[in-house]
């Protein structure tokens, strides 16, 4: 099974940066996802970290402590389409299923203000 | 173009009346699944498919049926369905290699169960 922590809400400037954390207990590990999700609307892929490090992919990175069950996104320049949900997404190897099964975090939901 | 369809992506019914939201890709992934979304829960998997023909509870499947009889299909079925249900409904997809399966998610059904 899994557990996976993410704050529930966090408001930013526009043009600031903000940084949403992400902490898991899981065996199995498999890979680590954030996907972005506006208010009605389908999550949509962000990024995925399998190894430690540090992701960039233009404003947005992600990072990943494997041994800290620990990952952050951090997003940059915040403009106003950023206001969304942001999800936690932690892949997990399932031996009897032969396959991965993804559980999800509550989600971080992101204001963005003038 | 690649995608995830679902239908209806709007539902008002009764408890009791038994209903089908249908789910399709386009992408010929092995791995499909439904996920439920309440306010401050997250996304919670009710059922997935590694393939046709095999399907296993989620986290959450009591209430709901599905079946996998191609590969392009998976139909969550709602034998009779109570208000707790009242919901908002993903299917997603994914290739079932390890290093690829980032899922791809249809664009939801708002589901009211009276």
């Known amino acids: 099974g899994q557990n996976i922590d993410q704050p529930t809400e966090m408001t930013a400037t526009e043009g600031a940066i903000v940084q949403i954390n992400c902490t898991y207990q899981t065996s199995g590990f498999n890979g680590l996802f954030w996907y972005q999700q506006h208010a009605g609307e389908a999550p949509t892929f962000l990024s995925y970290n399998v190894l430690d490090g540090l992701e960039e992919k233009g404003r947005f990175s992600s990072f990943l402590s494997r041994s800290k069950g620990y990952s952050y996104l951090l997003l940059k320049e915040l403009q106003m389409k950023d206001s969304a949900s942001y999800l936690c997404?932690?892949?997990?190897?399932?031996?009897?299923?032969?396959?991965?099964?993804?559980?999800f975090g509550g989600g971080t939901r992101v204001l963005v203000k003038p | 173009e690649a995608q995830v369809t679902q239908n209806p992506r709007y539902l008002i019914t009764v408890t009791g009346k038994k209903l089908t939201v249908t789910c399709s890709q386009n992408m010929n992934h092995e791995y499909m699944s439904w996920y439920r979304q309440d306010p401050g829960l997250g996304l919670r998997q009710i059922y997935y498919s590694m393939n046709v023909e095999v399907t296993d509870k989620g986290d959450v499947p009591e209430g709901y049926k599905v079946s996998r009889k191609e590969k392009r299909n998976f139909p969550l079925i709602l034998e009779s369905p109570s208000p707790n249900q009242t919901s908002l409904y993903f299917c997603?997809?994914?290739?079932?290699?390890?290093?690829?399966?980032?899922?791809?998610f249809g664009p939801g059904t708002r589901l009211t169960v009276l």
């Open positions: 997404a932690v892949r997990e190897w399932e031996i009897k299923a032969a396959g991965n099964k993804l559980t």
């Open positions: 997603a997809s994914s290739s079932r290699s390890i290093e690829a399966d980032t899922q791809y």
